[in-house]
Each structure stands twice: as structure tokens, then as C-alpha cells.
């Protein structure tokens, strides 16, 4: 099948990544959708390489780990999503990409947006959980380390389901709990900011949870 062609010469593996809602920094690297990456480790350009799993390849080859495709279904899909038709012989002619986002292609980047804040959240909850620790049996517990205990398990559960379950069980987390995992999100970037700026944990952030309540 000459899409595979008509792909390679038309779509980079940043120009995928970046369209299926993977960020990437000013370096050209991004946090690797194929692992739990805390910082980003893989590079993008024309083609990929994650230098903490060790996944590398084209774009097709992207696409096809990304949504676990064969190389045809995931060469025929980068056609699809961008718009380009190919003749017999290999030639690719561009259309425009279409404007409107499958409802397909949301859910993948909802899915790995709330992969991100949650591996992240998760890996907090551990570090607080530890940190605020009381040292004495009549100390007062910390609201982090509070957080941490009420939290944890459920936000691990969250995360195995959008990494393991299937289908309907991933989009059921988008669906029921997306908007409290991006508030989770902007909660992360604030202390993130606090930090920098040289302000304690503690500044403004109150604890949430990732089911609402």
C-alpha cells in the first residue's frame, strides 16, 4: 500500500504527537505516552526516541503503539486525520485537515492529558504521604498527609483504568471524572508556580480529590 509513502513524506512524528494532544516543549521533547513519564524523555521530530522506555520509529510506527494498530491501520489512520489522499503510484495530494476533531480523537487526547495530571497527582500523594508524615502519636496530621491517605488508592485506580481497561472503561473516567482530573491539573501548575516563586506548599492550595467531593 503506497500510504505508507503518501504518510512518511507528508506527516513527522511531531506533527502526529502534537495532534493527537502530546505537548512538546521548545527542545522538541514530550513526555512518552508509552511509560509513566514524570519529565519528558522522548524526542520528536521527523521521527521518535524515548530515551527512558527505549520506543522508537517513524510516525506510523507512533501511531500504531499510540492506538495499537497494525502499520497499515495506523498508516490509513495518519492519512485519514490529516487529510491526505494518495493515488496508485505513491503520490500524496494534501486536502486540508478537517477542522472538527473526532469524537475518536478527543477521547485519546482527553485520555492521555488525564494519564499525565494523575501519574503526576499520584506521585505527590506519594511524596506527601511520606513527607508529612506524623513523627510522634499525638502530632497533628497534616492536611497533605490526609489527603494522601484518602486519595491514593482511588487515584491509582483511576490511572490503571485509563492505562489497562478497555474502551468503555476509559471513556467512563473521561466522561465522570475529566473535569476534577484538569482541576487536579491546574492545581499541579499552581504549586508548581508557588514553588519557583519561593512560596511554601501550602500557599492557596487547599486539598481536592479526584472524585468531586
Same mark, same amino acid.
Given at each position: 500500500?503506497?500510504?505508507?509513502?503518501?504518510?512518511?513524506?507528508?506527516?513527522?512524528?511531531?506533527?502526529?504527537?502534537?495532534?493527537?494532544?502530546?505537548?512538546?516543549?521548545?527542545?522538541?521533547?514530550?513526555?512518552? !505516552?508509552?511509560? @509513566?513519564?514524570? *519529565? /519528558?524523555?522522548?524526542?520528536?521530530?521527523?521521527?521518535? *526516541?524515548?530515551?527512558?522506555?527505549?520506543?522508537?520509529?517513524?510516525?506510523?510506527?507512533?501511531?500504531?503503539?499510540?492506538?495499537?494498530?497494525?502499520?497499515?491501520?495506523?498508516?490509513?489512520?495518519?492519512?485519514? @486525520?490529516?487529510?491526505?489522499?494518495?493515488?496508485? #503510484?505513491?503520490?500524496? &495530494? !494534501?486536502? !486540508?485537515?478537517?477542522? #472538527?476533531? &473526532?469524537?475518536?480523537?478527543?477521547?485519546?487526547?482527553?485520555?492521555?492529558?488525564?494519564?499525565?495530571?494523575? &501519574?503526576?497527582?499520584?506521585?505527590?500523594?506519594? #511524596? +506527601?504521604?511520606?513527607?508529612?508524615? /506524623?513523627?510522634? !502519636?499525638?502530632?497533628? +496530621?497534616?492536611?497533605?498527609?490526609?489527603?494522601?491517605?484518602?486519595?491514593?488508592?482511588?487515584?491509582?485506580?483511576?490511572?490503571?483504568?485509563?492505562?489497562?481497561?478497555?474502551?468503555?472503561?476509559?471513556?467512563?473516567?473521561?466522561?465522570?471524572?475529566?473535569?476534577?482530573?484538569?482541576?487536579?491539573?491546574?492545581?499541579?501548575?499552581?504549586?508548581?508556580?508557588?514553588?519557583?516563586?519561593?512560596? *511554601?506548599?501550602?500557599?492557596?492550595?487547599?486539598?481536592?480529590?479526584?472524585?468531586?467531593?
Amino acid at each position: 500500500m503506497n500510504v505508507f509513502k503518501a504518510v512518511k513524506e507528508n506527516v513527522t512524528a511531531r506533527q502526529a504527537v502534537e495532534m493527537y494532544g502530546i505537548r512538546v516543549n521548545r527542545n522538541g521533547m514530550a513526555c512518552c !505516552p508509552f511509560h @509513566d513519564d514524570r *519529565h /519528558p524523555s522522548m524526542k520528536v521530530d521527523k521521527r521518535f *526516541h524515548c530515551f527512558g522506555c527505549q520506543a522508537d520509529g517513524d510516525v506510523i510506527d507512533l501511531a500504531a503503539r499510540l492506538y495499537g494498530l497494525n502499520n497499515l491501520g495506523a498508516a490509513v489512520k495518519l492519512a485519514s @486525520d490529516f487529510g491526505i489522499s494518495y493515488d496508485n #503510484k505513491g503520490r500524496a &495530494s !494534501p486536502r !486540508p485537515v478537517k477542522k #472538527k476533531i &473526532s469524537e475518536e480523537l478527543k477521547l485519546k487526547q482527553a485520555e492521555l492529558q488525564c494519564c499525565r495530571i494523575l &501519574s503526576d497527582y499520584n506521585h505527590l500523594l506519594e #511524596k +506527601w504521604r511520606t513527607e508529612y508524615a /506524623p513523627e510522634t !502519636p499525638g502530632e497533628e +496530621w497534616h492536611p497533605l498527609f490526609v489527603e494522601a491517605l484518602q486519595k491514593q488508592a482511588y487515584t491509582e485506580y483511576l490511572l490503571d483504568t485509563l492505562l489497562g481497561g478497555t474502551a468503555e472503561e476509559k471513556a467512563a473516567v473521561i466522561k465522570e471524572h475529566g473535569k476534577e482530573v484538569m482541576r487536579i491539573g491546574e492545581r499541579i501548575s499552581r504549586l508548581a508556580a508557588s514553588r519557583k516563586a519561593g512560596r *511554601h506548599e501550602r500557599s492557596g492550595l487547599a486539598p481536592t480529590g479526584t472524585d468531586g467531593r
